[in-house]
């Protein structure tokens, strides 16, 4: 009999277990009778390959690295490795589950198949659109740059335009005025020419009378000596000199108009949705204008820091002052709260809870307010409690430093718990400035925290282990002061927000470090920064005592 026909009679089909096999399923690793094949290809929702048994794929058995002599036709499940009989018999996989390698084969080869299909049919037409997109922009690129060279042209056209006008008008006046000057000098000139005439025919006529010897024109002759000592009046007329203004290219440049930095913003690829998993949240892009949506007055003196209760209402505290305030973006007062020891807090923080935190430095304590009752969390011995923010855990972190003014650091606290410290970096260096200067603090969502050190001019991020990541330093362009920031805070896109007090601006840098934009918004002074659940910025201005809402997402 036929071989093969010799096997058809052994081999009977997996589904039904009793006709002989026909066919091969090689997506499922499968053998199917013919009745079979059509049930089996009635689950669309795999891309089934069905071929005759005869011409299926050989599997290819790996060699047991163990037993040479034997194929690894089991597979165990706890190794997650293919093994042979012996193996699966031997003290080494005593106890493990095992199954047959063909149903391991036929489970990763689905897998592996619904990959190729996804990869084929979903993602990488994504990729192929992607790049095309950049191929346009690439091939717009020097129209929209011809177009900013033109509007440069023409503005520069209307400047010398200008320019001109005014050379002109300036070159008209002098005119003018040179010919009042010559007027004014004729004028003299005829004066003083008519007196000499007078003066002439009075010498002419005593030259006469004198040489007549007349009796009668002596006795009546009249002197008008006196009269010509008073010499005519002189004028003076001063030569106008012209008061060029030093041209100061800065203010040149400012007056042309500005082009801002480009802008590379690089934005964390989508996460496109699959079967098994939901997508990241949408990219938030940033506004080209951030405007200001409301101003709120809190009555203080001097305004340090803001806290975010909801979209509409701000915690608010001054260094000046014993009293936190809650406002709303009418501000209108809700709740205004003393501090406990009276002093002046350092900082605040709303936790997730909604409950408020405020750090006393005049005696080293962190304290909750809950319920509008004061607890006493955390008292420091040695060190002084500077700034404070909430974590994503539900943790504090608050920066501190020592009693003699030499050490600073960072201190996560679960409840009054302390569970880590942060204070030097890899070689031994301390990351922050010592002393009692402005650090503010934020968690960002990558769990990197970061600190706005003012004495250092840096923002200094670690990432949730403590080790540095970066330090940021300020912007280069259009930089009129050295960098300060104060006030820092961090949004649910991971940029990194830091208010940079002495240029009046906010920086915006992404969560890596890379500076991507300002926010100026006619800011003065800010200082204390936070955002709400919608990335809102609220800034707190320090010479107005004002906290402005910004929209920049």
């Known amino acids: 009999m036929d071989p093969f026909r010799r096997a058809q009679i052994i081999l009977l089909c997996d589904l039904c277990k009793t006709a002989h096999l026909q066919s091969h399923c090689e997506r499922c690793h499968i053998n199917l009778c013919q009745t079979c094949v059509g049930k089996h290809l009635s689950d669309s929702s795999i891309r089934h390959k ?154 002419s006529d005593l030259k006469s009378i004198l040489k007549s010897n007349d009796v009668s024109l002596t006795s009546t002759y009249k002197s008008r000596t006196s009269e010509f000592r008073i010499l005519p009046p002189k004028v003076r007329v001063t030569v106008p000199s012209f008061s060029a203004q030093k041209i100061n290219k800065d203010q040149l440049n400012e007056m042309f108009g500005s082009l801002p930095p480009l802008s590379i913003n690089t934005e964390h690829g989508a996460t496109m949705k699959s079967a098994e998993a939901v997508s990241s949240p949408p990219v938030k892009p940033l506004l080209d204008e951030p405007r200001v949506t409301a101003a709120i007055n809190t009555g203080y003196s001097g305004l340090y820091s803001v806290s975010c209760l909801s979209e509409d209402q701000v915690w608010t505290c001054s260094h000046l002052n014993d009293t936190m305030k809650l406002l709303n973006l009418q501000s209108k007062l809700l709740t205004s709260i003393q501090t406990k020891s009276g002093n002046k807090p350092t900082d605040i923080a709303v936790t997730r809870d909604g409950d408020l935190v405020y750090t006393d430095s005049s005696n080293n304590t962190v304290n909750l307010i809950k319920n509008k009752k004061i607890q006493t969390m955390i008292t420091l011995q040695e060190w002084i409690p500077l700034y404070v923010c909430c974590t994503a855990g539900n943790d504090l972190l608050v920066i501190m430093y020592s009693d003699d003014d030499k050490q600073s650091k960072v201190v996560r606290y679960s409840g009054s718990t302390e569970k880590q410290s942060i204070q030097f970096d890899d070689q031994g260096r301390p990351l922050y400035k010592s002393g009692y200067y402005s650090k ?31 330090r940021y330093t300020g912007h280069p362009s259009n930089t009129k002061l050295s960098f300060t920031p104060v006030g820092i805070t961090t949004d649910s896109q991971s940029h990194i927000l830091t208010a940079d007090i002495n240029n009046n601006r906010i920086h915006i840098l992404d969560q890596d470090g890379q500076f991507l934009r300002y926010i100026h918004c006619h800011l003065r002074s800010p200082w204390g920064l936070c955002v709400d659940i919608r990335d809102n910025l609220f800034v707190a201005e320090l010479n107005t005592a004002k906290v402005k809402k910004i929209q920049y997402l």
Request: proline share 2%.
């Open 50 to 203: 069905v071929v005759p048994y005869k011409y299926r794929k050989s599997l290819n058995y790996s060699t047991c690295p163990d037993h040479a002599d034997e194929l690894c036709k089991h597979y165990c499940e706890k190794c997650d490795i293919p093994v042979c009989s012996t193996c699966v018999s031997s003290s080494k996989h005593e106890g493990h589950d095992t199954s047959d390698i063909l149903e391991k084969l036929c489970a990763k080869t689905e897998s592996l198949q619904k990959d190729l299909d996804e990869l084929e049919s979903r993602i990488y037409p994504r990729y192929e659109e992607m790049a095309s997109g950049v191929q346009t922009e690439k091939a717009e690129l020097e129209t929209n740059y011809g177009k900013l060279t033109t509007i440069a042209d023409q503005h520069g056209k209307l400047l010398h335009r200008e320019i001109t006008a005014i050379v002109n008008q300036r070159k008209s006046d002098i005119q003018e005025m040179k010919i009042k000057h010559l007027s004014t000098l004729n004028k003299n000139t005829e004066e003083i020419t008519q007196k000499m005439a007078e003066l002439k025919q009075i010498m």
């Open 440 to 470: 503010y603090l934020s968690e960002n969502k990558n769990l990197d925290i970061c600190v706005a050190d003012y004495n250092a001019s840096a923002v200094v991020v670690v990432n949730q282990s403590g080790k540095l990541r970066f």
